[in-house]
């Protein structure tokens, strides 16, 4: 070590050498990653898989490209933690199958507002409607921007074939049958939630509107895993960690 | 002048025909040094904006430019176009003289400088229309991705080949963490970037879930890292030693921190990921290299304080110095308190609240703010050939900047763990004490309100030095040539780069 760094030894020697000084940097830089990365990326059981979770459909993807375009993100996360407060506020806790259609993942990394994960079926499709509008009409006080031109704005559908193709070239597994009707199947979703909100005593013919996309990517939010009891008690036994997460939590005042 | 007495002691030895003649592109210098002014401006007037829509929603004007697409635009013009250019400045102005040569390619300089400036405003166009891969810090699309790309390979090929045609033998200790730079933030770059494109403005990454969390959170850690820290360090080498008229304090340290810093970060990624749904045994491996990253880090930061030994009282005059100071402390701060938020226990209470953004701020603010303050008004006055306007009004900006840094992050600090307290709160019958979440956002409202203040008066700061730097710049000379320098040729005594700065 001394001979490395002493005033003239081998380290002075390596600063007169350009090339392989980078070489021996990228060499470093490399290390770190490709150790926590390819595991990952290579041993198929470090994600288990849940048998309930479903990719996305066509009208809820573009709910969810809709929710990026707005950076929802920015304020909401989607990722509860294995904590008691966490679970009796927001649900059950995060699985690593639950996210293997998510891309890109949208876990956030600050909550200025409640996480969303698990938020599907919380309120009814109008309630969403009208908060989106404005969201100090249904949480006095809140700090959430309103959204209101959701409700005036067309929804974009005619890429939808083209956005599932796309999925289906990285690993999603949607059908032919899928892609092709990728429209009608949204449409006809749409239909059904806009139906809803109208008789929920909500404004008409939202149907093609980029509001119904978004509250359909919203409903959806943790549903899967609420199909699939078994599946979450199997994993949560699994994950070590959890449970002492959750055993201290119980400790504390 | 360091430049000047080496000339001249390059022409005591002269001797006509055994002398080479080269000039140092200082051009190039003084555009990055405005692009970093105007643009730490426009970035930072934003964040005063979305500091503002925080308590006071009516603040979200209309579709283009609500909070959700205004933050992504902060932190894209703080990091890339503020810091970027600054850094770039850095590199361009110590990179020739610690090689003693010009720039390889004075063109591809500029087409380094202008591509650079349309990314930014490609970016500053897209992100509020909502064209996002909501990847915080890598939320440009591709087709930018691929000119950010082009334009760091022309930088880098460009960087290379100064360094082939150095004068100089060593390379100092500033250069090491501009090679780190250069090379790390293109691996990061690409390696998150990979995406499959659906249209024009819009594609879907080709990582899903869990694995896509794991390489975003390698690049923005390593964006903080290889971006925020490592140029920063390389910048604090030359221009501290500098400023101060001080040698380097160890050159060991320099060596021992450069490379387990260089090592170590990459590591450390998944301590963004917490308890999240990434396996335990990657989450942990962060933190443990995290808590590593503490000894490296202050390396660095001692390194840097210790170079004032016996000239603390050119503080006193010097707003150069007493930012230099005061953003290397922050540093000292900001890399302590991230190895304790690495920390599991200290993580659960601090993830997803505003201590995330304090601990962001006094990195940002004082770090990076301070450093590109410091290092602006010690260039403009030489690249200039003029006295600062008024010295004053750069004091002024030091204390009102310092209370600014200050006030933000004691609020930010207040709420998030006032956040994270409350989150967590249970009464005595086992029930969530603040089941509403609206409970915690009215609690916190008044400490956005004084971030807001804090982040005014900052702001302030940088108007002064708008002011100054332009003032400054109307009594400078009309012609501005580049520096020449004769130096024998085969210049191959083998300098000292640690005494090379200081000395000078
Ligand atoms: C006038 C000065 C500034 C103000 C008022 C300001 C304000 C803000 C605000 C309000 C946020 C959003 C926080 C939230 O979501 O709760 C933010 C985020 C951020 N700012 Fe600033 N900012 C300033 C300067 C800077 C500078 C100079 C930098 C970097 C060099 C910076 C880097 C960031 C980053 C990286 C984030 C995202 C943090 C995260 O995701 O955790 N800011 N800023
Ligand atoms: C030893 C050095 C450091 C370590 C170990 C470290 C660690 C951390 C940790 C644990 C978080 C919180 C992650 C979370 O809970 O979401 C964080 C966030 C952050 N840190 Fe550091 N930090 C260090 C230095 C710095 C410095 C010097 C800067 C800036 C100049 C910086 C900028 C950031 C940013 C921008 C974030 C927010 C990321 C986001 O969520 O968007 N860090 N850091």
Redesign the pocket.
Known sequence: MKRFIKKDGMHRRLEGWPLLFTILVTISILIGGIVEFLPLALVPSTVHKIESVEPFTPLELAGRDIYIREGCN??HSQMVRPFRHELERYGEYGKPGETVYERPFLWG??R?GPDLARVGGKYPHLWHVRHMEDPRSTSPNSIMPPYDWLLRKDATLSDLPTKLRTLKALGTPYSQDEIDNAVALAEAQAQEIADEVAAQGGPDGLADKEITALVAFLQRLGTDIQQAPDATTAEAASTKETEDALAAEGDAP | MSTLSVSSSAARQERPSQVELFTYDEQIVRLFVLATIIW?FV??LV??I??LQ?PFPEANLGEYLTFGRL?PL??NA??FA??GNAIFAAIYYSTQRLCKARMYSDLMSRIHFWGWQAIIVSAAITLPLGMTTSK??AELEWPIDIAITLVWLVFAFNFFATLRRRRERHMYVALWFYIATIITVAVLHVGNSLALPVSFMKSYPIYAGVQDALVQWWYGHNAVAFF?TTPFLGLMYYFLPKAANRPVFSYRLSIIHFWSLVFIYIWAGPHHLNYTALPEWATTLGMVFSVMLWMPSWGGMINGLFTLRGAWHKLRDSAVLKMFVVGITFYGMSTFEGPLLSVKSVNALSHYT?W??GH??SG??GW??FMTFGMIYWLVPRLWRTRMWSDKMANTHFWIGTI?ILL?VLAMYTSGITQGLMWRAFDEAGRLMYPDFMETVVQIKPMYWV??I???L??GG?ILMMINVWKTIKTAPKRLPDPAFAVPKRASAPSDGEQEVATA
Request: charged letters at 10%; proline letters at 0%.
């Open positions: 920015n304020c990394s600050k200025t | 730490g970035g930072m964040g005063v979305i500091a925080l933050r902060h932190t703080v990091i503020f810091a915080e810090y925020l505003d995330t953004i962001v701020h940002a603010l990076n703010g600014g933000y971030r807001l804090g982040g005014t900052y702001l940088v």
